[in-house]
């Protein structure tokens, strides 16, 4: 089953539990430099500081830890409020435009307006990326979701 | 393929859990602002896993990554007068108007200069001040918009825009002549190449970055002097009971007055008159304008006789127009 779960978890204390698997994630700006010859050269760095229309790339990295298969695993980012989403290369992505109540292929997903219209739903308006891994973790398996985002 | 470095953060399900609730009654509104998220706003992201452990389902969640949005340094000034401004020579505080745009991402003070001295104009206006639209009705209103006092320079919001207005004085300049002034707004912050960082300088604690605008700009507005004169000339032709042109009693004098306004103005509520001489008498119904005869009454046409000498008013009269009066008297 699966089931809602935090949008905006606060920083908590690291507990002792001994969770068989660990979640990262890690935010780099992309930015597009052009060298002195002309060519232009995608850098990646980690800041703590960005600028409006940053383009950022979240990494979500995942571990199963024990030597056991872990099965039903979902990863789930809820979009911050001054990022927009733009794309993910990862494949079997689903989203959510309204909180993370309903998640399905952003093509089939609808918008309401606020005057009661409704409209497609655009990168613009995620709310939430999930995916959900058809094969189960393997034994001290790990693997990177990877998604695209701009700072509004 | 990109790498990245990895690192692990572990926080408890049941953390996680608690916090759910409130999370959910935030999902939506993002700042729809041009200039973007606001200076000083904190980006977190954390991710959510779930998987099964042995029949149980557990939720974890990432480390939080925690960014802060830097202050984008952007000032727009334009002119918005739709073209120059005419003014006349020695008219005292011709407005230009301006306005000013934060187009950055926070609060900012915007320092204002004028350079009244523009090289390649006609002239340059006196005694140049610059006010503030203080009631934001964007036209200057003399002793309600502010004074700018460069110690304490105008702080504008991101999207803001205010007008500014910049009065000079005219000298005794000729028609036609125009005087370019120019208004400049930079970010008190600092300005330069888009890119250079003030570290620390930002609003909400973050740097400051110069945005595509280099967080300084220019325009400049024109004065153009419009002037414009009254030239009057009189003419007399006399035709006598004879069919000649002595001046006998019963000779009938024509007398023309020819009013050219001259410039690339206009006068406005030119009225002519003309005294009738002594020994002669008004040729009732006698004045023309252009050729069209006017009536004696102070009415709705132009032309009025009061008794003592003729008034036509040709209204407001634009510079290059020649009207034509005429009327007649009889010598006694």
Redesign the interface.
Known sequence: ???????????????A?A??????????VERNVEQADGTVTVT?T????????DSL???????NSSAEP?????????M?????YRDTDSPGAEFSV???TVFGLLADLIVTEEDGTERPARADDV?HIRWTLAEP?AGNGSG?L?FRGV?? | M?R??????????????L??A???A??????A?A???LAG?S???????????GGT??????????????E?LDIAVTSTDPGDVSASPGEADAVLTFTVTNGG?GPEAVVLTIDPNMAGDDFDPDAVTLYIDANGNGIYDAGVDTLYNAGSPPVLNPDETIAVFILGDMPAAADGERSEVELTGTAATGSGTPGTVFAGQGEGG??A?VGSTGATSDDSGFYAIFDADLDLTKAATVLDPFGGSTQVPGSIITYTLTAEVTGSSTLNNIVITDAVPSDTTYVASSITLDGSGLTDATDADAGAFDGTGISVALGNVAGGTTRVIEFQVVID
């Not at chain 1, 911050?80 to 927009?84: F, L, Q």
């Not at chain 2, 990245?4 to 996680?16: D, E, G, Q």
């Not at chain 2, 980006?43 to 452990?53: F, P, R, S």
């Open positions: 089953m699966k089931f809602l779960i935090s949008l905006f978890a606060l920083l908590a204390p690291a507990a539990l969770n068989q698997v660990e979640l990262s994630s890690e935010v780099f990646h980690e800041p703590s500081q960005v600028v409006p229309g790339v979240f990494v979500l990295t995942y571990r872990v099965a039903n695993f979902t990863a789930t980012n809820p911050p409020d001054a990022v927009a309204d909180g993370g709310t973790i990177q990877t700072v509004r | 990109l990245y470095p990895r690192h692990f953060a572990r926080i408890s399900a049941a953390k996680a859990a916090c759910s409130a999370a959910l935030a999902a939506m509104a993002s700042p602002h200039a973007g998220t706003t980006i977190v992201n954390t991710a959510q896993a779930t998987y099964d452990d389902t557990v939720t974890i969640d990432s480390n939080p990554v925690a960014l802060i949005v830097d984008i991402n973050g740097d970055v």
